[in-house]
């Protein structure tokens, strides 16, 4: 089914709303429809000399012959009305206000149940999108961008609300008083009626035709607002390094090359959206101007009532009114199904697997953790990032890893946490493996430290807890002091209360990582992974959280990535990996005497040792 309408479906949650706003519409239509009639008697009434007045507005109804009321209408009640033509009109123009208050309310309550509807839907569509997107895997967040799901999620979402509030209540405001119009136009003179609506296929083919081309452009528009969003968002989060690369220039003219793009499509949209109103004003025109021209010439050989033809004519002109703005409405409709196809096709998107509350939970890991001969080939790469890896880690363990960049460290430890799952192997925590309990279950036991680390806006309290809800302060000072970060947080301004900015941008580096390692901490996590966690962090602190570190690992199982010798010392044990192997494995000392690889990297470390203090002692720097 088509997207927009799989979304539209959703308004029939609202369906006691709906049917009162449709309701509400039919009662607003109607009371024009009754101006519209109402418009011939008036006419009558002041144009012909000597009218009774209502008296013989009635009886002429009673009397017609195969009218609605033809017959219905005893003579007393006849007999009981004012006479004149004066009082007459005031009594059907007081009526007609009447009505006309009532039509008003009733289109007021129609477009406020309508965009009740819409709101409502286009919110809980758009939660659903943004609860989708979280449960996306992180490959296809990685590969397709952020910043593209962002844009779906904020944007198209907005999009596709304006679709539906040019369905729901515009658009159906329209076609009701159109319908209204016609109708009355049929009640007073059915063959004039009947010649008007047979231009209705020719507008439905040119409204067809514009939409079409509208679609294709919206998608295109879309995707472009998609990529503005992404060039800003990286310029300006990477804004540090646009002003010292002086690249600025180069980021506008990136920004302004998509920019181009949008500007493209819209333009493609401004002519069928220009065309729209124009060529359905010259049709209507031109068929009340035939129209005219027939009427006269009936007219003219008293074939015809004027005040038929003044009535006809306005109730034409009315629905003519109606229909035209119905162009622009289907064509907001249009573009609206272009975003809808693109939110579908994010929500249709397979999420994350591993979130089945059917999946057994993992228990506490208490024994080892297997990788058996696991392989990941990134995609798109020829050569696999994890080429057969067997490893058997101990519960309590302390295993380094270390190796040349790029030789696989970070994506072997991300399978720990199922963050991907290899293509081939498994990974087992206590000989269950991991791809057959719930996800939550398992990184509920896993804290990690990396390089990069994410703060969130907020405090340094919250940051700190994130992801342990329950935590209470004492717990949070008491893993801030134990990650060495209670310094600093209280010559703070505010201590923990102080704001962090967007993405921690208002901390150092090692600031950072000191608090990310709180909240790993305060986790209390069975398995604990450090990616290069202490890098940034001067090696004073290092020794420091160090020698925390090695008290909180005792009785937990923990994979340090590290480029420093003195973090590697401490492990149990040390893998050394390249290009995706595991080299060789077991204690620095050993590793020395027969490991080649090994024997350069810390050869290399120690060197820089020796020149620098161990301030930069990085192992891996050939
Ligand atoms: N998302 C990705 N898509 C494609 N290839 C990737 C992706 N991430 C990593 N790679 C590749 O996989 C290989 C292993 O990367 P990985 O990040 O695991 O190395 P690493 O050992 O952690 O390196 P470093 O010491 O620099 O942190 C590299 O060759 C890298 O180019
Ligand atoms: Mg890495």
Same mark, same amino acid.
């Given at each position: 089914m088509d997207a927009f309408w799989h979304f539209a479906k959703r308004m029939t949650r609202y369906r006691r709303l709906m049917i009162f706003g449709g309701l509400c519409a039919l009662i607003s239509a109607g009371g024009m429809g009754a101006g519209i009639i109402a418009i011939k008697p008036v006419l009558d009434t002041v144009l012909e000399p000597g009218h009774q007045g209502l008296p013989q507005i009635v009886s002429e109804?009673?009397?017609?012959?195969?009218?609605?009321?033809?017959g219905r209408i005893s003579q007393s009640f006849i007999d009981g009305l004012p006479t004149g033509a004066f009082v007459a009109v005031a009594w059907m123009m007081g009526v007609l206000g009447i009505l006309t208050l009532i039509g008003s309310l009733a289109n007021f309550l129609h477009q406020y149940c309508a965009l009740t509807i819409v709101h409502r839907t286009i919110a809980m569509i758009r939660r659903e999108a943004y609860d989708r997107v979280l449960h996306l895997p992180l490959k296809t967040v990685v590969e397709e961008g952020p910043s593209d799901a962002i844009s779906r999620v904020v944007n198209d979402t907005e999009m596709l609300g304006i679709g539906?509030?040019?369905?729901?209540?515009?658009?159906?405001?329209?076609?009701?008083?159109?319908?209204?119009?016609?109708?009355?136009?049929?009640?007073?003179?059915?063959?004039?009626?009947?010649?008007?609506?047979?231009?209705?296929?020719?507008?439905?083919?040119?409204?067809?035709?514009?939409?079409?081309?509208? &679609?294709?452009?919206?998608?295109?528009?879309? !995707?472009?607002?998609?990529?503005?969003?992404? *060039? @800003?968002?990286?310029? $300006?989060? %990477?804004?540090?390094?646009?002003?010292?690369?002086?690249?600025?220039?180069?980021?506008?003219?990136?920004?302004?090359?998509?920019?181009?793009?949008?500007?493209?499509?819209?333009?493609?949209?401004?002519?069928?959206?220009?065309?729209?109103?124009? &060529?359905?004003?010259?049709?209507?025109?031109? !068929?009340?101007?035939?129209?005219?021209?027939? *009427? @006269?010439?009936?007219? $003219?050989? %008293?074939?015809?009532?004027?005040s038929v033809f003044f009535s006809t004519l306005t109730a034409l002109g009315i629905a003519a009114a109606s229909i035209k703005p119905l162009t622009g409405l289907l064509n907001d409709m249009q573009a609206s199904r272009a975003a809808a196809e693109?939110?579908?096709?994010?929500?249709?998107?397979? !999420?994350?697997?591993?979130?089945?509350?059917?999946?057994?939970?993992?228990?506490?890991?208490?024994?080892?953790?297997?990788?058996?001969?696991?392989?990941?080939?990134?995609?798109?790469?020829?050569?696999?990032?994890?080429?057969?890896?067997?490893?058997?880690?101990?519960?309590?363990?302390?295993?380094?890893?270390?190796?040349?960049?790029?030789?696989?460290?970070?994506?072997?430890?991300?399978?720990v946490p199922r963050l991907f799952d290899p293509d081939i192997g498994r990974l087992l925590v206590d000989d269950s493996d991991i791809a057959k309990v719930r996800v939550r279950s398992l990184r509920r036991q896993i804290g990690v430290v990396t390089q990069e680390v994410v703060l969130f806006k907020g405090s340094i309290r919250e940051n700190i807890a994130y992801g342990s809800p329950n935590a209470t302060d004492k717990d949070i000072a008491e893993a801030a002091r134990r990650a060495r970060a209670e310094g600093f947080i209280a010559e703070m301004p505010q201590g923990f209360d102080t704001p962090v900015g967007e993405q921690g941008l208002t901390l150092s580096g090692g600031q950072r990582q000191r608090i990310a390692i709180a909240r790993a901490i305060l986790r209390d996590p069975e398995i604990l992974i450090l990616d290069e966690a202490t890098s940034m962090v001067d090696s004073e602190s290092e020794e420091h959280i160090g020698a925390v570190l090695k008290d909180f690992c005792l009785k937990r199982t923990t994979l340090i990535v590290a480029h420093r010798l003195r973090t590697v010392l401490s492990a149990d044990r040390i893998v050394v990996m390249n290009a995706g192997r595991v080299v060789d494995t077991g204690t620095h000392d050993e590793l020395l005497e027969r490991c080649q690889l090994y024997r350069q990297l810390a050869a290399g470390h120690l060197a820089g040792l020796g020149s620098d203090a161990g301030v930069d002692t990085r192992l891996d720097q050939h």
């Amino acid at each position: 089914m088509d997207a927009f309408w799989h979304f539209a479906k959703r308004m029939t949650r609202y369906r006691r709303l709906m049917i009162f706003g449709g309701l509400c519409a039919l009662i607003s239509a109607g009371g024009m429809g009754a101006g519209i009639i109402a418009i011939k008697p008036v006419l009558d009434t002041v144009l012909e000399p000597g009218h009774q007045g209502l008296p013989q507005i009635v009886s002429e109804w009673n009397t017609a012959e195969d009218g609605f009321l033809t017959g219905r209408i005893s003579q007393s009640f006849i007999d009981g009305l004012p006479t004149g033509a004066f009082v007459a009109v005031a009594w059907m123009m007081g009526v007609l206000g009447i009505l006309t208050l009532i039509g008003s309310l009733a289109n007021f309550l129609h477009q406020y149940c309508a965009l009740t509807i819409v709101h409502r839907t286009i919110a809980m569509i758009r939660r659903e999108a943004y609860d989708r997107v979280l449960h996306l895997p992180l490959k296809t967040v990685v590969e397709e961008g952020p910043s593209d799901a962002i844009s779906r999620v904020v944007n198209d979402t907005e999009m596709l609300g304006i679709g539906f509030v040019a369905m729901l209540s515009k658009a159906i405001a329209q076609v009701t008083k159109g319908l209204a119009a016609l109708i009355a136009a049929f009640f007073i003179h059915w063959q004039l009626a009947l010649i008007a609506i047979v231009v209705m296929p020719l507008l439905a083919v040119i409204i067809r035709r514009l939409g079409k081309r509208i &679609l294709r452009a919206s998608t295109g528009a879309l !995707t472009a607002r998609a990529g503005l969003f992404r *060039a @800003a968002t990286e310029a $300006l989060q %990477g804004l540090r390094v646009v002003k010292v690369h002086t690249t600025e220039r180069y980021e506008a003219g990136r920004f302004g090359k998509i920019n181009k793009e949008l500007l493209h499509q819209q333009l493609k949209i401004r002519t069928a959206r220009a065309l729209a109103s124009p &060529l359905v004003e010259l049709m209507t025109v031109f !068929t009340l101007g035939g129209l005219m021209v027939l *009427a @006269a010439k009936l007219i $003219l050989d %008293g074939n015809l009532d004027k005040s038929v033809f003044f009535s006809t004519l306005t109730a034409l002109g009315i629905a003519a009114a109606s229909i035209k703005p119905l162009t622009g409405l289907l064509n907001d409709m249009q573009a609206s199904r272009a975003a809808a196809e693109r939110i579908g096709r994010l929500i249709g998107q397979e !999420t994350e697997p591993g979130h089945d509350a059917a999946l057994p939970k993992l228990t506490r890991h208490h024994e080892r953790l297997v990788f058996e001969n696991v392989s990941v080939t990134y995609p798109g790469q020829t050569r696999p990032a994890i080429d057969d890896i067997s490893l058997t880690i101990r519960h309590g363990e302390t295993v380094a890893f270390v190796g040349p960049n790029g030789c696989g460290k970070t994506t072997l430890l991300s399978l720990v946490p199922r963050l991907f799952d290899p293509d081939i192997g498994r990974l087992l925590v206590d000989d269950s493996d991991i791809a057959k309990v719930r996800v939550r279950s398992l990184r509920r036991q896993i804290g990690v430290v990396t390089q990069e680390v994410v703060l969130f806006k907020g405090s340094i309290r919250e940051n700190i807890a994130y992801g342990s809800p329950n935590a209470t302060d004492k717990d949070i000072a008491e893993a801030a002091r134990r990650a060495r970060a209670e310094g600093f947080i209280a010559e703070m301004p505010q201590g923990f209360d102080t704001p962090v900015g967007e993405q921690g941008l208002t901390l150092s580096g090692g600031q950072r990582q000191r608090i990310a390692i709180a909240r790993a901490i305060l986790r209390d996590p069975e398995i604990l992974i450090l990616d290069e966690a202490t890098s940034m962090v001067d090696s004073e602190s290092e020794e420091h959280i160090g020698a925390v570190l090695k008290d909180f690992c005792l009785k937990r199982t923990t994979l340090i990535v590290a480029h420093r010798l003195r973090t590697v010392l401490s492990a149990d044990r040390i893998v050394v990996m390249n290009a995706g192997r595991v080299v060789d494995t077991g204690t620095h000392d050993e590793l020395l005497e027969r490991c080649q690889l090994y024997r350069q990297l810390a050869a290399g470390h120690l060197a820089g040792l020796g020149s620098d203090a161990g301030v930069d002692t990085r192992l891996d720097q050939h």
